[in-house]
């Protein structure tokens, strides 16, 4: 179980590993001519994400841990070489739905196989330190990935789309490696009723409830920005220069993922929560409202609490998942958030058409307020 967390923590650093997450946006709108088809091919994959959701989480605690990993890594595959393809819609489509899959399989999967494999070594309570390990892998494989994708672009996008595909094939071979945790907990055969059950457990425990919402919110909104972001910078900065905004996003993210555990015992996951929610929506409002060269950087600083936030919120609600929904439960909350964001996506993408992508980032800032009620009310609930 102990090589089931290193193999995580490879895993998560490849899986990001790409080279084109600072100007995929851009990479779609020269394909599509437009900023709302650009982003509905964000919202395709989130939506196709919402769609195989559910039934994954299912599917994971039914045949295992290792065996979702393993497919979700060959969608992945399947996906970044769609995109490479690329020239038409209809193949960025297909690219898109892939990717959703991918995220399907993963979501929910793999924050319970590493939970899993703690439990089996009997260091289950040091979850919050271990998740913090793993994802800062993410943002560690993206601020590389980004600065180097960024300088690739300059000179051609093809390359840049080309050369991801190699990472998601070590992904695929990495998972083939994980060891299915012993000690899994059993569940009914009957998935509906498996479905129902989980559902109701969220509905009738309001501490889950408010986290998903919170949750939700954060991600479907939240994402969207950050995935569209690179269009209000590239108004601001040269193409081969957005990598370096986005690079700062990833290397303040990471070291907020390293240091989650200490954050969270010195500071309190919903303080950080809360604090996180507000200062940035004050960091972004200035920095739309008067963009300058600076603008980006001062964005990018937002990025200093995100790790630690995810991890509480993360932890918090695998506080309230009962043993044998564990996968399930996630894969709810995950379900919606993409739904969510398959809505915003398009939406912020239409405004930006019809206004501008400073514009339409900054009304953005308003649906992230109910953020602030839910968790205002959950300090309130936990007395933290």
């Not at 390990?133 to 494989?141: D, N, W, Y």
């Not at 309001?206 to 969207?224: M, P």
């Not at 019809?354 to 009304?363: E, Y």
């Amino acid at each position: 179980m102990g090589r089931n967390i290193k193999l995580l923590a490879l895993f998560n650093f490849f899986t990001d590993f790409n080279f084109y997450s600072a100007i995929l946006i851009l990479y779609f709108a020269k394909i599509t001519g437009s900023y709302a088809l650009a982003m509905s091919l964000f919202s395709m994959a989130m939506l196709s994400s919402a769609f195989f959701e559910v039934p994954t989480g299912i599917l994971s605690d039914k045949i295992g841990r290792r065996k979702t990993m393993t497919a979700g890594a060959c969608a992945a595959v399947l996906s970044v070489i769609c995109y490479a393809i690329g020239g038409t819609y209809v193949f960025l489509a297909i690219g898109a739905i892939f990717e959703g899959v991918s995220r399907a399989f993963y979501s929910g999967n793999n924050d319970a196989l590493l939970h899993d494999s703690l439990r089996d070594l009997k260091k289950v309570d040091t979850y919050d330190h271990y998740l913090g390990k793993v994802s800062a892998m993410f943002q560690a494989a993206l601020t590389i990935g980004t600065v180097i994708g960024s300088v690739i672009a300059y000179f051609s996008f093809s390359w840049v789309m080309w050369l991801s595909v190699i990472p998601q094939v070590i992904c695929l071979l990495l998972s083939l490696y994980v060891r299915e945790p012993k000690t899994q907990a059993s569940m009914s055969t009957n998935i509906y009723a498996h479905l129902v059950g989980s559902i109701k457990h969220i509905w009738h425990n309001k501490n889950l409830r408010l986290l998903s919402l919170d949750e939700i919110i954060g991600f479907g909104v939240g994402e969207s920005g950050f995935q569209f972001k690179s269009a209000f910078i590239a108004t601001l900065w040269p193409t081969w220069a957005i990598g370096i905004s986005k690079a700062l996003s990833f290397a303040g993210g990471g070291i907020s993922y390293w240091y989650a555990g200490k954050l969270i015992k010195k500071f309190g996951g919903l303080n950080l929560m809360l604090f996180d929610t507000i200062i940035n929506r004050v960091i972004n409002v200035v920095s739309l409202v008067f963009p300058t060269v600076a603008s980006p950087v001062l964005m990018s600083s937002t990025s200093f609490l995100f790790g630690a936030t995810g991890v509480a919120s993360n932890a918090l609600m695998h506080k309230e998942f009962t043993e044998h929904e564990r996968a399930t439960l996630s894969s709810i909350v995950s379900f919606a958030g993409s739904i969510v964001f398959g809505i915003f996506s398009i939406f912020l993408g239409a405004v930006a058409d019809w206004t501008s992508p400073a514009i339409a980032l900054l009304i953005s800032q308003v649906f992230y307020l109910p953020r602030i009620a839910i968790l205002v009310q959950l300090k309130k609930q936990t007395h933290t």
